[in-house]
């Protein structure tokens, strides 16, 4: 059996040694000089405040004494003056008449169409087109939550998948039938009795839906608008009402801030609205008016004269406040740094050094910053999506090597 020298065993120990000062020098570097990194990507914020207030209209709801009532509009349709919003029947017999009139003069339509088939043979074809693009339309205003005009949609589409049904029918049996319907209409017509209209004083817009704040929240209840005075709105009652008529075009939204989020509101540029429901757009609103300070909150009033049709049934609404958006490179914010002449930037793993990449902040976030490459970098100074930030690191400087 052999034994080992003194002299391997110095050779043993020296080289255990340096392997464990070389991953005692690691350790130490790893907890002095801890590196870590992330990529660069584009990214888009807002600057939002949330609020919980009430729309606000010029409306004049109205009633009728029968029970068996018959709209004359859809929800958000213009209305003129003197023109009839509703007909009130005696009975709900009468009302089945008039459903009825309905029905056929739909089949009338879808007659006459069938018999211009004959006479324009690239008529079918138009009509397919409108069948794929009312089909489209339902898809969008389903998904995007516009029951309201879903529900149109339907009505078109109903109306020309059935105009359809009659191309393959001959010219001879249209027109008799043609015939037959009219006689139909004009019989059902003359049976109906003891109905009243009610009819519109003013053009407006119309709705068939009464809340009975109609009389109470007008654009006279915004005067010395105050955080009390919203508080206290309490329920409505809608007393037999059956619709209503919205006059002009301008509606409101009332809410309260506190005294803080009121100066970021004032500082904005342009400001946009976002209801949780109903509205299905960002809509531009101006500050109409801002409340002295009661208990730390303001009341503030801002409006808009546009997308009336859409907002003839909201009322009690949360929203969001878009007051600026935001968009450039997202970095961690701890990764901005200075260099040696006070120029902002970042430095970027390269290989194995870092390589200063000078930037302009576009906007600081909640442990983010989102920056763009300064206008005097060119080359591979230019900082873009996909490079590889230092986030953490003892000294840096341009060129120094880090792994």
Not at 3 to 13: D, M, N, R, V
Not at 290 to 301: E, L
Not at 338 to 356: I, K, M, P, T
Request: hydrophobic letters at 40%.
């Amino acid at each position: 059996m052999k034994h080992s020298t003194p002299i391997f065993k110095i050779l043993a120990s020296c080289v255990l040694l340096g392997v464990l000062l070389l991953f005692g020098i690691q350790l130490w570097q790893y907890f002095s000089d801890p590196l870590s990194t992330t990529l660069v990507y584009k990214a888009e914020t807002e600057v939002t405040l949330a609020a919980d207030g009430w729309v606000i209209r010029e409306e004049e709801s109205f009633r009728a004494d029968s029970d068996t009532l018959l709209h004359a509009f859809r929800e958000g349709e213009k209305v003129g003056v003197g023109q009839t919003l509703a007909t009130a029947y005696s009975s709900s017999g009468a009302l089945n008449t008039v459903k009825k009139i309905e029905e056929k003069t739909l089949q009338l339509q879808q007659l006459e169409f069938a018999l211009t088939s004959y006479l324009d043979p690239d008529a079918a074809l138009k009509l397919d087109g409108e069948i794929t693009e009312s089909l489209l339309a339902l898809r969008g205003n389903l998904s995007s939550g516009d029951y309201s005009e879903a529900a149109e949609d339907i009505s078109q589409l109903k109306g020309s998948i059935l105009k359809r049904s009659y191309s393959r029918s001959s010219a001879t049996e249209i027109q008799s039938e043609i015939r037959t319907v009219q006689q139909e209409i004009s019989s059902l017509r003359n049976s109906l009795s003891g109905t009243t209209s009610v009819r519109a004083r003013r053009a407006g817009v119309f709705s068939a839906v009464s809340d009975g704040y109609e009389a109470a929240l007008t654009p006279d209840f915004l005067q010395d608008l105050t955080p009390a005075k919203l508080a206290g709105i309490g329920s409505a009652e809608q007393a037999g009402n059956v619709g209503k008529l919205i006059y002009g075009d301008t509606w409101y939204y009332a809410f309260t801030l506190t005294e803080g989020e009121v100066e970021q509101l004032r500082k904005a540029g342009t400001v946009y609205l976002r209801f949780a429901k109903g509205l299905q757009q960002d809509v531009a609103v101006k500050i109409v008016s801002v409340s002295a300070v009661q208990d730390g909150r303001q009341a503030v009033v801002v409006s808009c004269d546009k997308y009336m049709a859409q907002v003839t049934q909201l009322r009690h609404q949360t929203a969001t406040l878009v007051l600026g958006k935001h968009s450039g490179l997202r970095i961690p914010a701890n990764a901005l740094r200075l260099n040696a002449d006070g120029q902002s930037g970042v430095y970027c793993l390269v290989g194995f050094a870092a390589e200063f990449k000078p930037v302009d902040v576009v906007y600081y976030g909640d442990g983010y910053t989102l920056v763009r490459a300064a206008q005097k970098a060119t080359g591979s100074d230019i900082l873009r999506s996909g490079d590889e930030v230092i986030v953490t690191a003892g000294e840096l400087h341009d060129g120094k090597v880090v792994q």
